[in-house]
T-cell receptor, first 111, second 113 residues
Framework: DVKVTQSSRYLVKRTGEKVFLECVQD?????MFWYRQDPGLGLRLIYFSYDVKMKEKGDIPEGYSVSREKKERFSLILESASTNQTSMYLC??????????FGPGTRLTVL | GENVEQHPSTLSVQEGDSAVIKCTYS??????FPWYKQELGKGPQLIIDIRSNVGEKKDQRIAVTLNKTAKHFSLHITETQPEDSAVYFC????????????FGKGTTLSVSS
């Protein structure tokens, strides 16, 4: 079974803190994605990566950055967390056939 | 870019009834259309997908139809059960071009027994 794991299920941070969300997949997938999920807005793509050290902006990249130093790991970074970044963050990975697998999500609260 | 609209936002049915969720997309180059089910406290899980070279695909009680001309696709669940209650998302992408999935806003399905 494909497994996508995220470092934390729940996270509480303060405004201005630097936040790291980690995602690891165990299926040697080329592609990895970060989404945020908010009520009534569905899943919105923040960043994605098609290869190591490669990244592309999604629909809402402002306030976020990413890092992919190894194929299996994709990190989302909030350089200076703000209250409007309180959300559910979902990581996903996919192979070239397009099937996309999601992790369980990290619910981030910024106070 | 691609835009995906999904309707209805909420759907309530009685156990045993059918449920239909509809999505429209804007980019005629999109050729891959998956559906995801998200249960409470979990990440979305792929339940069925369809590619643009077919018009319909079935998997037990679940079916998806695609109308490329009208640029819409639908999820059909027959003989609904309480465990079908979840949030369902449609998505679209141009798989050959390697574009990322664009998701609809989701439909909350409630099946009452």
């Amino acid at each position: 079974d494909v497994k996508v794991t995220q470092s934390s299920r729940y996270l509480v941070k303060r405004t201005g803190e630097k936040v790291f969300l980690e995602c690891v997949q165990d299926m040697d997938h080329e592609n990895m994605f970060w989404y945020r999920q908010d009520p009534g807005l569905g899943l919105r793509l923040i960043y994605f990566s098609y290869d190591v050290k490669m990244k592309e902006k999604g629909d809402i990249p402002e306030g976020y950055s990413v890092s992919r130093e190894k194929k299996e790991r994709f990190s989302l970074i909030l350089e200076s967390a703000s209250t409007n970044q309180t959300s559910m963050y979902l990581c996903a990975s996919s192979s070239t056939d397009g099937w996309q697998y999601f992790g369980p999500g990290t619910r981030l609260t910024v106070l | 870019g691609e835009n995906v609209e999904q309707h209805p936002s909420t759907l309530s049915v009685q156990e045993g009834d059918s449920a239909v969720i509809k999505c429209t997309y804007s980019d005629s180059a999109s050729n891959y259309f998956p559906w995801y089910k998200q249960e409470l406290g979990k990440g979305p899980q792929l339940i069925i997908d369809i590619r643009s070279n077919v018009g319909e695909k079935k998997d037990q009680r679940i079916a998806v139809t695609l109308n490329k001309t009208a640029k819409h696709f639908s999820l059909h669940i027959t003989e609904t059960q309480p465990e079908d209650s979840a949030v369902y998302f449609c998505a679209a992408s141009n798989h050959q071009a390697g574009t990322a999935l664009i998701f609809g806003k989701g439909t909350t399905l409630s099946v009452s027994s």
